[in-house]
């Protein structure tokens, strides 16, 4: 290598500059060959620099910045310079890739896309220095002689000379398209000058004519094509005497147009946009006689022309024929007053207004005065049939032809009748018999719907409660022929509209089904307003807990006819019938003798409905008269359910001789009904090793002191589960299993003698209270996920599932 760099080293400039560049530049580059000229172009060491480019190709880097141009674009400023122009090719070698030809470049991309005739031209016909406008560029061009495609502007002008001389602003393409210059397809003649009528027709030559040019144009870039041109800037007509001649001599002014047209000279429009000059006249013109035709008033005179004098017009039958044809009456001259209802604004609409009507033989009231004219005034043709309009053999003929078959006039109407204008959409069912109404007695003329009739005072069926809030249309239907919605006849029974319930169970009180009432009200089917206190409606009145028991509890629904009905005629009224006879299984001997046999006896005998247990049964009549205490003791305490045999009346039948018959059978000696005992016992009690506190203050001796031969009640044992052992064993299976958790067998840990419902763990209390709050009703497993293994007497959340 240090060879090749000293044989380098020793070579001439020229030939060194050869061996390290790849290529000679191109001829437009080759004033930059050489060694000392590779910066301008690359970074040392490094790619060609887009920027340095654009330090040499000012002109470019200053349309890029304006956005204008191929290298203006997106996909052009975005890339490298040498992915579209290579070097180092040789002299000759075209800097610019064309794909093989100028001619194959998309000039689209330049943001100007070639069309028509443009996209048939030569590249050099246009991108040529002489067309360049950029005077630096010019310039540049001029002193090194290079070609460029740079420095174009997009105006016509800069590559064709212009025909209209200046006449016309804006660009050219406003009328020409590249196709070619004639014809303009873009021209619209309308935007300066409207052509109606004969103008459309005109050739173009008739208004703007060809002029010769003469004038020698100095530094033009294309020279005239044609020695003459066309005038077209003339400006906009001031008038139509600056085109034509005006024949009447300015007698009527210089706007032609208030008689004439563009259609044609010859033709009187009659549609003067401006009449004015008539009100000078004796008939000014007012409303639509502005926008009349003036031949409608003014007919051709023989030898051409319009007649202007000796025309009649002071009425305005004068030149229009009634309308009416006779319906309104003259006045006093003998001529109908038009201008009593119509003006010169036109026929319709009319000045006959409400105010007029109600001066008539029919005021209008309510909804007739929004009803339009010809709802009551129809156009009646053949009515007027005879009527034509015939010419007067002095004067002139009338020459407005407007005939008005509307019927103003209607004798053969009975005004006073709705039906002479209505028709009676109830067909007839208040039109006769005794009951016959005219329309005024139900409805008003402020509307047809809203009622004057009043159901409770004009019907034979008041409206109360429910009904009254029911549409007219859920009572009242359409008919079975369609005609009109039935109101005379209408059904009144309640079986007409609504469905028994009852299944024709009280049909033997109202066969039709009409004495629903008896029971039920009209503010609603439930609940009913029947008594069963009432003596005329029932003849089984309702009395005590018989008042409190629901409906359904006795009448109950039975199947009928595949739905469920509820069962009220024919229930049965014993006690025995609805009643358990809980007297069944006993011998009967104690109700027998205190008044007959016991299938002679009622149930009301002994109690009463107020409630079962209340019995009237007279206790003094029996063996056993109750005082005292037993007073208050009840019966069911004695006379226990199920129980078959007769009561002794000894204290051992209900007692338990708790001195085991060692003390006699005679309890009344030592005791009475009053009180038992003092409760000395259980004060005794407390003097020894078991204390008596909560429940088992109410457990019986004996449940404790089985042994009763021995009355010193010694050698019981104080431990829970002497007793309890059976429900420390229920506890398996529940929130919390005593077996399988391991608890201690001394109940009183946890539980007192209150009640064993519910216990407590003092120490889970001090770790987490649970007498309290919202805690005190979960059982141990919502919080705990497992029970087998705890220590109850140390706090521990190992085990619980929401720590």
Not at 370 to 396: L, M, Q, R, W, Y
Not at 456 to 461: A, G, L, P, T
Not at 772 to 800: E, K, P, W
Request: a positive charge; charged letters at 25%; aromatic letters at 6%.
């Amino acid at each position: 290598m240090v060879v090749a760099v000293v044989a380098t080293m020793s070579l001439p400039a020229t030939a060194t500059a050869q061996i390290l560049s790849p290529g000679k530049l191109g001829r437009a580059h080759s004033q930059l060959e050489g060694l000392s000229h590779c910066t301008e172009c690359h970074d040392l060491g490094k790619k060609i620099n887009g920027e340095l480019c654009l330090k040499c190709h000012d002109g470019l880097k200053d349309l890029i910045a304006k956005g204008r141009g191929l290298h203006a674009t997106t996909a052009v400023k975005d890339a490298s310079c040498v992915s579209c122009h290579k070097e180092h090719r040789g002299t000759n070698a075209a800097i610019a890739d064309w794909n093989g030809k100028t001619e194959k470049f998309d000039h689209s991309r330049s943001g100007w896309a070639l069309e028509g005739k443009h996209a048939k031209a030569k590249c050099a016909a246009c991108h040529t220095a002489s067309y360049v406008t950029d005077k630096p560029l010019r310039e540049r061009l001029a002193a090194r002689a290079e070609s460029t495609y740079l420095g174009l502007v997009r105006d016509c002008r800069l590559c064709h000379f212009d025909e209209h001389r200046d006449q016309l602003s804006g660009g050219c393409d406003t009328c020409h398209t590249a196709a070619g210059f004639s014809p303009a397809p873009r021209f619209d003649h309308d935007k300066s000058f409207v052509r109606r009528g004969a103008h459309s027709k005109l050739e173009c030559e008739s208004c703007h004519p060809k002029l010769a040019d003469t004038e020698k144009r100095v530094g033009s870039l294309k020279p005239k094509n044609a020695e003459t041109f066309v005038k077209y800037a003339i400006g906009q007509p001031k008038g139509c005497t600056a085109c034509h001649r005006d024949v009447h001599a300015g007698k009527f002014g210089g706007r032609c147009q208030q008689c004439h047209d563009e259609v044609s000279w010859r033709r009187i429009s009659g549609k003067a946009q401006d009449v004015t000059f008539h009100d000078k006249t004796q008939f000014p013109l007012k409303g639509l006689h502005r926008q009349a035709d003036c031949g409608g008033c003014h007919p051709s005179k023989p030898g051409g022309g319009m007649k202007t004098r000796g025309l009649k017009f002071e009425q305005c039958s004068d030149c229009h024929v009634d309308a009416h044809m006779g319906q309104i009456a003259k006045d006093k001259t003998g001529v109908v007053p038009c201008q009593s209802c119509h003006d010169e604004n036109g026929f319709f609409p009319s000045r006959y207004s409400l105010v007029e009507h109600q001066t008539s033989r029919y005021p209008l009231a309510g909804a007739h005065q929004a009803v339009a004219c010809n709802g009551c005034h129809p156009a009646d043709t053949e009515f007027f049939a005879e009527a034509t309009v015939k010419p007067t053999k002095s004067g002139p003929v009338p020459r407005t032809q407007l005939l008005n078959y509307t019927r103003l006039r209607r004798p053969e109407l009975d005004l006073a009748r709705c039906g002479s204008c209505h028709r009676d959409p109830h067909v007839g069912q208040f039109a006769s018999g005794d009951r016959a109404k005219g329309c005024e007695t139900c409805h008003v003329v402020a509307s047809f719907s809203e009622l004057a009739f009043n159901h409770d005072k004009d019907s034979v069926f008041p409206l109360v409660g429910k009904h009254r809030g029911q549409k007219c249309e859920a009572c009242h239907r359409q008919e079975a022929n369609g005609d009109s919605v039935l109101y005379r006849g209408a059904p009144s029974r309640c079986a007409s509209c609504h469905t028994d319930p009852h299944r024709g169970q009280f049909n033997s009180q109202a066969p039709d089904g009409s004495d629903c009432g008896a029971c039920h009200g009209n503010d609603a089917f439930k609940p009913t307003t029947f008594s069963h206190t009432d003596a005329t409606l029932t003849d089984f009145s309702l009395t005590g807990r018989h008042t409190a028991v629901a409906c359904e509890r006795c009448h109950i629904p039975v199947g009928v006819e595949g739905d469920r009905t509820a069962w009220y005629r024919g229930l049965p009224r014993r006690c025995r019938d609805c009643h358990e006879d809980v007297h069944a299984k006993q011998s009967g001997s104690a109700l027998a003798r205190v008044g007959g046999s016991q299938a002679d006896r009622d149930c009301s005998d002994c109690h009463v409905t107020a409630d079962w247990h209340q019995a009237i049964f007279d206790h003094e009549g029996t063996a056993l008269p109750l005082r005292g205490r037993h007073r208050q003791v009840p019966c069911q305490s004695c006379h226990p359910k199920g129980m078959g045999a007769q009561v002794e009346p000894r204290c051992v039948s209900c007692h338990l001789d708790v001195h085991a018959g060692r003390l006699g059978r005679l309890c009344e000696r030592c005791h009475d009904s009053t009180s038992f005992a003092e409760g000395s016992g259980v004060l005794a009690h407390g003097q020894t090793r078991f204390p008596l506190y909560g429940q088992h203050l109410m457990v019986p001796c004996d449940e404790c002191h089985r042994d009763r031969s021995d009355r010193t009640f010694g050698g019981v044992p104080s431990r829970c589960e002497t007793c309890h052992a059976d429900a420390y064993a229920r506890t398996a299976g529940s929130g919390l299993d005593h077996v399988a958790a391991g608890l201690s067998r001394d109940c009183r840990q946890c539980h007192n003698a209150v009640g064993w419902q519910r216990g407590r763990l003092p120490e889970h209390e001090r770790c987490f209270p649970l007498a309290r709050g919202n805690h005190r009703s979960i059982s141990c497993l919502q919080c705990h996920t497992a029970l087998v293994g705890l220590q109850f007497d140390t706090c521990t959340s190992f085990t619980a599932a929401c720590t």
